[in-house]
């Protein structure tokens, strides 16, 4: 049988057009494609006529994110900064540094996983670059300067990269950013006792109204709004009016609800450089630019940048343009369903710093902890997790570590753990400042361990004496019990802050599986990335 030949592919980019080659290849496949699927409503395709439009082979130059680079991405670590990320991503396309330039959670806070995120960016089906929350400033401006490398290529069909939200079936309401429904706040209970230097509490919601199912491993979605205190010292120090209109809305209301007040925005900046002269233009130019003429960069929230630039008067519309929205949170749920599927439970430590003066807020915990009343409700939804679940077979034993706040999803397993009898043995370390005010569930934890869910329970207390003493230091000392759950099958789950102790409690593993595995410790560094390969190390880190 003989392979008919498939028809050439039209030339619709004139010669003249300023394309390179490569790119009036591409681009006449492309508007061959839209050409032809308009013919296609008339005439059905051949199969040859479809596959000449197929963006393989070497008459077809490559999309944007047919660029052969599908390797491991190395940088694809929460616990790695910037810097180090770019490094590892010198030289790999755009989009693959765009990837290296997220936070590496896979969150999907911004509505992608860190992948699909750069991928639509690249694709330009996505134009928003300040969407990724925990990268913050420093993402949204590498970003910025990697924008600016994107061609000008027309946009490539919007079906390749879309938001988690719309690609999935998943499009359900409250499975997404883009789709919240309401549930209502029910209570908040300080989990430190008096004494402690934390504050962080534990927070219920009924979801009964709300239609919603969860998992344990998942986060929960919610819309903050700015305290109203804060959004009033802004339009003061404006000189604005409250209720100048913006949109339809009064300039107050849209502080409280609709931007974000925390970093000052490079594009704030940019708009001071406009309404304002001499050093101070420069300065400001130079803020915009991300370089920090007097050492205070850090520092400038909304406010403080104002403040800064005191007597700038921005047209009160060009001055909300210039912030990025307001974003949601996401919050490990702490609580499972199979024990009430109506009830969800969060562990929110309340950000609260001194800064020149003033108390900074964080946003979405003093939420919680300040501002929402029992009763109200609130637009939330479930981000489901992408790898940190509970071992299918429940037999399956489990180590779980988690500080602070970081013990969150690890009640939610504990909880489901017993309601399901499921017979894997449970290791919970758990740590934190004092034993005395920041024993997070120390009687729920001492129930479980006397109803024998929990098998073992390991506590180490930073603050109680001398020498702090982290959830690693407690690693190392059983690392030969450690050793002998991994060697059995356990999987190990570790929830809590990405900055210092991930890495810590990843680098105390090392060692116990050097010291207790008897290996090199280049053979123990490959024993723990296998156990990630594995799906047997799990990292739930903020
Ligand atoms: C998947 C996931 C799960 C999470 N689970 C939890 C959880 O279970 N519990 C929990 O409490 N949080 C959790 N977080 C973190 C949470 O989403 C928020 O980031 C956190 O509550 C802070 O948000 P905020 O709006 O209150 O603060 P923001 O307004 O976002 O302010 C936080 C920022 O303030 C600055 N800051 C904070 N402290 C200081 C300081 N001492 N000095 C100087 N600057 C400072 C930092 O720049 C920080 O990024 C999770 C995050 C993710 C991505
Ligand atoms: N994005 C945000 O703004 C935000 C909001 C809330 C929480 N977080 C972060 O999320 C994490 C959880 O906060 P949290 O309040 O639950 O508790 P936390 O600050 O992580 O503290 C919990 C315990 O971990 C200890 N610890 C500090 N460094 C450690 C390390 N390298 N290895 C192991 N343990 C270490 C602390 O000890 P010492 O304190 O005595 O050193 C404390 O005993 C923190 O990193 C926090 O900064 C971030």
Same mark, same amino acid.
């Given at each position: 049988?003989?392979? !008919?030949?498939?028809?050439?592919?039209?030339?619709?980019?004139?010669?003249?057009?300023?394309?390179?080659?490569?790119?009036?290849?591409?681009?006449?496949?492309?508007?061959?494609?839209?050409?032809?699927?308009?013919?296609?409503?008339?005439?059905?395709?051949?199969?040859?006529?479809?596959?000449?439009?197929?963006?393989?082979?070497? =008459?077809?130059?490559?999309?944007?994110?047919?660029?052969?680079?599908?390797? +491991?991405?190395?940088?694809?670590?929460?616990?790695?900064?910037?810097? +180090?990320?770019?490094?590892? #991503?010198?030289?790999?396309?755009?989009?693959?540094?765009?990837?290296?330039?997220?936070?590496?959670?896979?969150?999907?806070?911004?509505?992608?996983?860190?992948?699909?995120?750069?991928?639509?960016?690249?694709?330009?089906?996505?134009?928003?670059?300040?969407?990724?929350?925990?990268?913050?400033?420093?993402?949204?401006?590498?970003?910025?300067?990697?924008?600016?490398?994107?061609?000008?290529?027309?946009?490539?069909?919007?079906?390749?990269?879309?938001?988690?939200? #719309?690609?999935?079936?998943?499009?359900?309401?409250?499975?997404?950013?883009?789709?919240?429904?309401?549930?209502?706040?029910?209570?908040?209970?300080?989990?430190?006792?008096?004494?402690?230097? /934390?504050?962080?509490?534990?927070?219920?919601?009924?979801?009964?109204?709300?239609?919603?199912?969860?998992?344990?491993?998942?986060?929960?979605?919610?819309?903050?709004?700015?305290?109203?205190?804060?959004?009033?010292?802004?339009?003061? !120090?404006?000189?604005?009016?409250?209720?100048?209109?913006? @949109? @339809?809305? #009064?300039?107050?209301?849209?502080?409280?609800?609709?931007?974000?007040?925390?970093?000052?925005?490079?594009?704030?900046?940019?708009?001071?450089?406009?309404?304002?002269?001499?050093?101070?233009?420069?300065? =400001? /130019?130079?803020?915009?630019?991300?370089?920090?003429?007097?050492?205070? =960069?850090?520092?400038?929230?909304?406010? $403080?940048?104002?403040?800064?630039?005191?007597?700038?008067?921005?047209?009160?519309?060009?001055?909300?343009?210039?912030?990025?929205?307001?974003?949601?949170?996401?919050?490990?749920? =702490?609580?499972?369903?199979?024990?009430?599927?109506?009830?969800?439970?969060?562990?929110?430590?309340?950000?609260?710093?001194?800064?020149?003066?003033?108390?900074?807020?964080?946003?979405?915990?003093?939420?919680?902890?300040?501002?929402?009343?029992?009763?109200? /409700?609130?637009?939330?939804? %479930?981000?489901?997790?992408?790898?940190?679940?509970?071992?299918?077979?429940?037999?399956?034993?489990?180590?779980?570590?988690?500080?602070?706040?970081?013990?969150?999803?690890?009640?939610?397993?504990?909880?489901?753990?017993?309601?399901?009898?499921?017979?894997?043995?449970?290791?919970?370390?758990?740590?934190?400042?004092?034993?005395?005010?920041?024993?997070?569930?120390?009687?729920?934890? !001492?129930?479980?361990?006397?109803?024998? %869910?929990?098998?073992?329970?390991?506590? $180490?207390?930073?603050?109680?004496?001398?020498?702090?003493?982290? %959830?690693?230091?407690?690693?190392?000392?059983?690392?030969?019990?450690?050793?002998?759950?991994?060697?059995?099958?356990?999987?190990?789950?570790?929830? @809590?802050?990405?900055?210092?102790?991930?890495?810590?409690?990843?680098?105390?593993?090392?060692? %116990?599986?050097?010291?207790?595995?008897?290996?090199?410790?280049? +053979? #123990?560094?490959?024993?723990?990335?296998?156990?990630?390969? /594995?799906?047997?190390?799990?990292?739930?880190?903020?």
């Amino acid at each position: 049988m003989s392979i !008919a030949s498939p028809p050439p592919i039209r030339q619709l980019i004139p010669e003249s057009a300023p394309f390179t080659p490569e790119q009036r290849t591409w681009l006449n496949g492309f508007f061959a494609g839209l050409v032809l699927l308009e013919d296609a409503a008339i005439t059905p395709l051949s199969p040859a006529e479809s596959a000449a439009l197929m963006p393989t082979g070497p =008459a077809v130059a490559k999309g944007p994110l047919d660029d052969g680079d599908d390797d +491991e991405a190395p940088w694809h670590d929460q616990t790695l900064p910037l810097a +180090e990320r770019m490094t590892l #991503a010198q030289g790999r396309p755009l989009r693959r540094r765009m990837m290296a330039a997220m936070a590496q959670q896979d969150c999907g806070q911004c509505g992608y996983n860190c992948q699909d995120y750069s991928n639509a960016l690249v694709l330009r089906t996505e134009e928003r670059l300040n969407l990724c929350v925990p990268g913050g400033k420093e993402t949204a401006r590498m970003l910025k300067t990697l924008y600016s490398e994107i061609d000008v290529a027309p946009r490539a069909p919007a079906t390749v990269a879309t938001p988690l939200a #719309a690609s999935a079936p998943s499009v359900e309401p409250g499975r997404s950013r883009d789709r919240p429904v309401l549930a209502t706040f029910l209570s908040r209970t300080r989990l430190n006792k008096r004494g402690s230097e /934390k504050e962080t509490w534990h927070v219920e919601f009924d979801l009964a109204d709300a239609g919603l199912d969860y998992t344990v491993g998942d986060s929960f979605g919610i819309f903050p709004s700015n305290d109203p205190t804060l959004a009033e010292a802004v339009i003061e !120090a404006l000189a604005a009016p409250a209720d100048f209109p913006i @949109g @339809g809305r #009064a300039l107050r209301d849209v502080l409280i609800e609709g931007v974000a007040l925390g970093p000052a925005p490079d594009m704030l900046f940019q708009l001071f450089s406009y309404v304002t002269g001499g050093d101070r233009r420069q300065k =400001a /130019k130079a803020l915009a630019a991300g370089d920090d003429p007097d050492g205070d =960069a850090a520092s400038l929230d909304v406010l $403080a940048a104002i403040e800064k630039f005191r007597g700038v008067r921005p047209d009160p519309e060009a001055f909300i343009e210039a912030l990025d929205p307001l974003q949601p949170r996401l919050y490990s749920i =702490a609580s499972s369903p199979k024990v009430d599927p109506q009830r969800l439970a969060l562990t929110v430590d309340a950000v609260r710093y001194p800064r020149n003066g003033r108390t900074r807020l964080g946003v979405a915990s003093t939420f919680f902890a300040d501002r929402v009343t029992p009763g109200q /409700k609130l637009p939330v939804y %479930v981000q489901p997790a992408q790898h940190f679940h509970l071992p299918a077979d429940p037999s399956v034993p489990i180590i779980m570590i988690g500080p602070g706040t970081g013990v969150a999803p690890f009640r939610a397993f504990l909880h489901e753990r017993m309601a399901t009898k499921a017979s894997g043995r449970n290791w919970l370390f758990f740590g934190h400042q004092h034993s005395n005010y920041d024993f997070f569930y120390e009687d729920e934890l !001492a129930g479980m361990k006397a109803a024998r %869910v929990l098998t073992r329970l390991t506590l $180490a207390w930073s603050r109680d004496a001398e020498h702090k003493i982290y %959830v690693q230091d407690r690693m190392r000392e059983v690392g030969r019990d450690l050793w002998a759950w991994l060697a059995e099958g356990a999987r190990i789950y570790v929830c @809590g802050d990405a900055k210092r102790m991930a890495k810590d409690v990843e680098r105390a593993l090392v060692d %116990v599986v050097a010291a207790h595995g008897v290996r090199s410790t280049d +053979e #123990a560094i490959a024993f723990v990335a296998d156990l990630k390969k /594995k799906g047997r190390y799990h990292q739930d880190v903020y």
